[in-house]
């Protein structure tokens, strides 16, 4: 049976009237890549600083490595790394400086030392810029940096606080695999972000949170059954008359019909050849229509389902 | 650990340009300000004390010119005379070699070509004079068995009417304490380096404290290592300043040099204690703790006199107590005391009281700072 890393209880934490965790609980066993999702203020950030110790919570227990976690446990500090969602570096310290320092402060034999930060270093592609200073970085080297001080004396437990904000792709793609890379080198993840697609891609099992609570948890294929959706049909479309509308609501597996800027989105739960069926339609009242497409659910679409609201802000 | 996290915070500390503008730039910006700004008029100083002349001798007298020899051959001779003839002498004053023309006929004359302190100083010796010879020749009539006496002191009397007796071999001009405020305000401005202790240490202060809380640093040992290296840092600055006053500058602090030293160091240590205080005491930005810093030392040093001279005075009268606990002032204080007093008495307290207020600083800073946990982060 596999051991549980994190374990928390009932968690509640309160600012003044507002309750940023309410009754949390969560398990993560060890080799997991653990996902928080959850929109900006869902508590996933509060939920990562009660578990570092780092903020005073009103109840609950928390256990890592299976000994409770407070701010002088030491011990199990030693096997943790953190990315936190702000950049924490010396801007004054060069890149291999930077890592130096935060390695230091886990491991005293230098050799060792030396060791990993050269690893650290490679790991993140930051060979040719060691002698950097983080203001001559762009946004995604300095994100790399980041995640190179919290790795470099190889933790057990790698925590990853929304690592990729205002990352340019390309660095985003660099930092997923290097986060799967660490899990397949042995580090137990938990990450937060309220980018669906990353923990989609990386997560073996997510929690999904709003307002403090944890609304769902499972892997991405139970989370997705949980919901009645199973696929979405898009069609573009100038115009939709009511008949036609009534129409396709009334075929087997479609439950929900909208049409919004010129975009008719069926919802169905189930069936086979749901596309088929809809064409049928629009061809034999001989309406004309551009792209068609359909979509599997996303866990936005789970989120947008258990709590009746869209995930991400459309800015995001 | 300890010396590792020393490491890394003495290398931030020195390229932290803030901190070296602040520390070590505004110094000597300052002081450079100051010494081109009074060091002119220390020159006009020695210049009164050898104004050139030329004394035109159109009749013979032995009087005037042992009065004159007296003052050349004194240590800070006043005048510096040339004999000559009227025309060479108008000559001389045309040229602008000398201040003015002293003709020593049955009275003295004085003929200056324009009006200025040289001058005014020529025209009152002349009037001294002229009085002194006249009440010097009223006592030989009357009284001719003292008349070697009285011109003996009527002679010593014009040579150097008046002389300031300091009551230490230390420098009690004016100007040198433009210089102490210089270094104490400097030493204030240890509170920045004090203050970048408790933001890179709190979790709840910045992105660097959550982290480094993360580690398995005991929390004791990264403060206590960032401020030895913040005292290092401000340590040396303090020395530097010092040092560039005396040896650079040439500003004179009189023999007692050696003990602006440690008066400067341990101020230095008070301004970082007082940063790591305030630093700990408030949930604030850094952007918004800088300010209140900056606001607080500014105004510690505006209330003991360092920007208005005599608003220390009044405090003094008012409210003595607080120039005993306002840091800026004790700083200030100490070199006042290391100036004026002959013993070492004051001095000694102010250093103690400077060390006191620098351990009641870091105490509070810690218990502040040990906090574990945060309501908010």
Known sequence: ?????????????????????????????????????????????????????????????????????????????????????????????????????????????????????????????????????????????????????????????????????????????????????????????????????????????????????????????????????????????????????????????????????????????????????????????????????????????????ITGKALRDKED | MFLHILKYELKNGVRTKDLIIWLMVFPIVLGTFFKIAFGSVYNKTEKFSAIPVAVVEETENPAFRQVLNGIESADEPFLKVTYADRAKAEELLDSGDIEGIISSADKLGLTVKQKGLSQTMLKSFVEQYTLREKIAMDAIQTSPEKAQEIISSLMSGTVSSCREIPLTQGNPDMYIQYFYNLIAMVAMFGCMTGMHV??????????????????????????????????????????????????????????????????????GIMGVSFGFFVGSVSHMSQKTKTAVLMSASMLLCFLSGLMVGDLKGTIAQKAPWFNNINPAAVVSDSFYCLNIDEDYTRFITKLITMAVITVVFIMLGFIISRRKKYASV
């Not at chain 1, 309750?19 to 959850?38: Q, R, T, W």
Request: glycine share 6%.
């Open chain 1, 1 to 305: 049976m596999e051991k549980n890393v994190v374990k928390i209880n009932e968690l509640v934490k309160r600012y003044g009237d507002l309750i940023a965790l309410d009754h949390f609980s969560l398990e993560i066993k060890e080799g997991e890549v653990f996902g928080l999702l959850g929109p900006n203020g869902s508590g996933k950030t509060t939920t990562i600083n009660c578990l570092l110790s780092l903020l005073a919570y009103d109840k609950g227990d928390i256990e890592i490595f299976g000994k409770k976690m407070t701010p002088v446990s030491y011990d199990i500090k030693k096997e943790i790394g953190v990315i936190m969602q702000n950049v924490a570096v010396f801007e004054e310290l060069t890149v291999y400086e930077n890592i130096d320092y935060f390695c230091g402060l886990y491991i005293t034999d230098k050799a060792k030392r030396k060791q990993c930060v050269e690893e650290a270093i490679k790991f993140v592609g930051l060979e040719d810029f060691r002698k950097f200073y983080p203001k001559k970085l762009s946004g995604g080297l300095l994100r790399r940096l980041n995640i190179a001080c919290g790795i470099a004396h190889k933790p057990k437990l790698i925590i990853l606080d929304e690592p990729t904000v205002a990352v340019d792709p390309q660095s985003r793609n660099r930092i997923l695999e290097g986060i799967q890379e660490l899990n397949r080198n042995g580090a137990t993840v938990i990450y937060t972000s309220h980018y669906m697609e990353e923990v989609e891609q990386i997560c073996t099992r997510i929690a999904i949170m709003d307002k403090g609570r944890k609304v769902a948890e499972g892997t991405k294929d139970e989370l997705k059954r949980m919901i009645k959706n199973t696929e979405t049909i898009t069609i573009e479309i100038l115009e939709l008359p009511d008949d036609i509308r009534r129409e396709i609501s009334g075929l087997p597996h479609v439950y929900d019909v909208r049409f919004e800027d010129s975009k008719l989105v069926i919802s169905c739960s189930g069936g086979k050849h749901n596309l088929t069926r809809v064409l049928d339609v629009l061809q034999k009242r001989e309406l004309s229509f551009g792209r068609v497409y359909t979509e599997l659910p996303t866990l936005n679409d789970v989120f947008l389902e």
């Open chain 2, 198 to 267: 408790t933001m890179q240490n709190q979790a709840n202060l910045s992105a660097l404290g959550a982290r480094n809380n993360c580690s398995p640093a005991p929390k004791l040992v990264t403060i206590l290592a960032c401020l030895t290296g913040s005292f290092i840092l401000q340590t040396v600055c303090m020395l530097l300043c010092v040092t560039f006053l005396a040896f650079v500058l040439k500003v004179d602090f009189g023999d007692r040099l050696p003990l602006v030293y440690p008066a400067a160091i341990l101020g």
